[in-house]
Structures are given as structure tokens and as C-alpha cells.
């Protein structure tokens, strides 16, 4: 079992720079591949990245490629999305998610349910 909780979601304006975190709690967080999400109303949730086990390897939607930065801390039991050059767009409740199989394809990492624990979410608000 695998508890996540957000920070770091707020008001930004267009340009600017937010850092979410995902702090998880149990000793096997290095166990699991993480990947962050993003929903607004009356859509799906929509991938955003994802980040190996180790930190080895990540995955980007294409909408935030060059933007966007995951990264982890597993002696910190953490996972950060680091988010610049902020578009109105990019407005969502932003989640971080768990998944306990390593070796998913580059398609299926997408998928919402390829994860198994979820956090509850931190709004980020991009508007001048």
C-alpha cells in the first residue's frame, strides 16, 4: 500500500514556474515507477510524465516536452514535477500516481489505469 500526497499547486501567471511534489509514504516507494497527471472538468485524465524506479528513465507528453521536468528522491520518498514556462493550458488538478509494474510499454505508461495509488490532487492555476 502506497499513500500519496500533493503540494505545491497555486496561482501562477503565463511564464511562470510551479514545482509540485508528491510525497509517498511505506518503505517500498523505490519500488514504483511514478507519473504525474493532469484533469480539468469534464475531461479525462490526461498523462503528463513519468519517471522509472530508479530515475533512470522518463517519459514526457508532448505538450510539456522541454517545459516540464520530473525528477525523485527516493531516500526522500518524493517525486517533484517541475513545471516552467506555465501556459493558461496547462490549468488542471494535477496528480501524482504509483505504479508497481516496471518494465509497462511507452504506450501504456499513458494510461491512467496502468497505476495503482493516487494522490488527491493540487490545483495549478495558470492566469494573469
Known amino acids: 500500500q502506497v499513500q500519496l500526497v500533493e503540494s505545491g499547486g497555486g496561482l501562477v501567471q503565463p511564464g511562470g514556474s510551479l514545482r509540485l511534489s508528491c510525497a509517498a509514504s511505506?518503505?517500498?516507494?523505490?519500488?514504483?515507477?511514478m507519473g504525474w497527471f493532469r484533469q480539468t472538468p469534464g475531461k479525462e485524465r490526461e498523462f503528463v510524465a513519468r519517471i522509472s524506479w530508479s530515475g533512470g528513465n522518463t517519459y514526457y507528453a508532448d505538450s510539456v516536452k522541454g517545459r516540464f521536468t520530473i525528477s525523485r528522491d527516493n531516500a526522500k520518498n518524493t517525486v517533484y514535477l517541475q513545471m516552467d514556462s506555465l501556459k493558461p493550458e496547462d490549468t488542471a488538478v494535477y496528480y501524482c500516481?504509483?505504479?508497481?509494474?516496471?518494465?509497462?510499454?511507452?504506450?501504456?505508461?499513458?494510461?491512467?489505469?496502468?497505476?495503482?495509488?493516487w494522490g488527491q490532487g493540487t490545483q495549478v492555476t495558470v492566469s494573469s
Open positions: 500516481a504509483a505504479d508497481g509494474f516496471r518494465a509497462r510499454g511507452s504506450v501504456s505508461i499513458r494510461y491512467a489505469r496502468s497505476y495503482d495509488y
Open positions: 511505506g518503505r517500498t516507494f523505490s519500488s514504483y515507477a
